[in-house]
């Protein structure tokens, strides 16, 4: 039998431009340069003695062989790091790295524990957070850009495969010092009455709002619109006005400061959810921070008091 001379970097940079396409967008993956990866891709076809790649102007397809090749060498990767990350000291020396996308208003619940847990795990993994509004989340998940995201939209793609993780209202936020401070509960109708900010029409937020309010006349009128629902939050407590936005995007109700009202006809609600790409196998290392949230969320983290989906 032939002697196989390539090694497991050969394996993962073939890998990698199976999943991406390109050469570029794979090189940047693994952080090798081009000439690098188009080294490890000729090594690894000649040890081989097949062709695996079809190389065009534009994009780079997989031949038949590459196709079924692609398969194999997937699951030796994938079993492998399987394998290093269910070994305690050995997983403590692996590297590698994880990329997911977060809307910002989800990222202070859904993370930290995880995160701390994980890199206490992983410690020489590299997490990367993409922290961007749910149409960014959502196309960085469909063009493979990340691993997977956190958001509130995406569950009607095709492209995509959404799992609900909660279910969260939206809530009148405002001062401690304001007149609706002492309410508990308020309506739509009520805080027109008052100095009122809102995301703007290009939000995803916003967009769930309009659609709960569209058979109603209630909308209250906006003096001020911004692009994110931190910012809006930011100048509630700052004392311009009072809005609306995901309970998630609060404080807890201790602060000092603001202070979440519930709401009512109509009330609103969001569903946040990981988003994966439809079809795509998560790296083990991706996967186990994808569960570690799912598991996070069904053991019952009591500081938000979320009613679940």
């Keep these: 039998m032939a002697h196989m001379n390539f090694e497991l970097g050969d394996l993962r940079a073939f890998v ?14 693994i952080h090798l340069s081009q000439p690098a990866l188009s080294r490890r891709i000729a090594k690894l076809e000649n040890a081989l003695g097949v062709r695996l790649l079809e190389r065009t102007t534009r994009r780079v397809d997989l031949t038949a062989v590459g196709r079924d090749f692609a398969r194999k060498a997937r699951d030796v990767l994938n079993n492998l790091d399987e394998s290093l990350l269910g070994m305690g000291e050995v997983a403590e020396r692996m590297r590698g ?17 995880v995160l701390q847990e994980y890199h206490r795990q992983y410690p020489r993994i590299m997490i990367r957070i993409t922290d961007e509004g749910a149409s960014d989340v959502l196309s960085s998940v469909v063009r493979g850009e990340v691993d997977f995201g956190v958001n509130y939209i995406g569950a009607q793609e095709p492209a995509v495969e959404f799992q609900p993780v909660l279910r969260e209202p939206f809530v009148a936020a405002c001062r401690r010092d304001h007149p609706l401070a002492t309410r508990k509960c308020v309506t739509w109708a009520e805080l027109g009455q008052y100095d009122y900010m809102a995301v703007a029409k290009a939000s995803g ?11 109603t006349a209630n909308t209250p009128r906006s003096f001020c619109e911004v692009r994110h629902i931190m910012t809006v939050v930011s100048l509630v407590e700052a004392g311009l006005g009072i809005a609306v936005v995901p309970r998630l995007a609060m404080p807890l109700d201790d602060h000092p400061t603001l202070i979440s009202i519930p709401l009512e006809e109509p009330a609103a609600t969001r569903t946040v959810g990981l988003v994966r790409r439809r079809g795509r196998i998560l790296t083990p290392a991706a996967q186990q921070l994808y569960d570690m949230i799912v598991m996070s969320r069904h ?6 008091q979320l009613p679940p989906e």
């Design 16 to 29: 990698a431009i199976a999943e991406r396409g390109s050469f570029r967008d794979a090189a940047l993956d």
């Design 97 to 113: 790295e994880v990329t997911i996308a977060c809307v910002p208003s989800a990222v202070r619940y859904f993370l930290p524990e």
């Design 205 to 215: 937020n916003r967009f769930l709002l309009d659609l709960a309010l569209a058979e």
């Design 299 to 304: 053991a019952g983290n009591a500081k938000t």
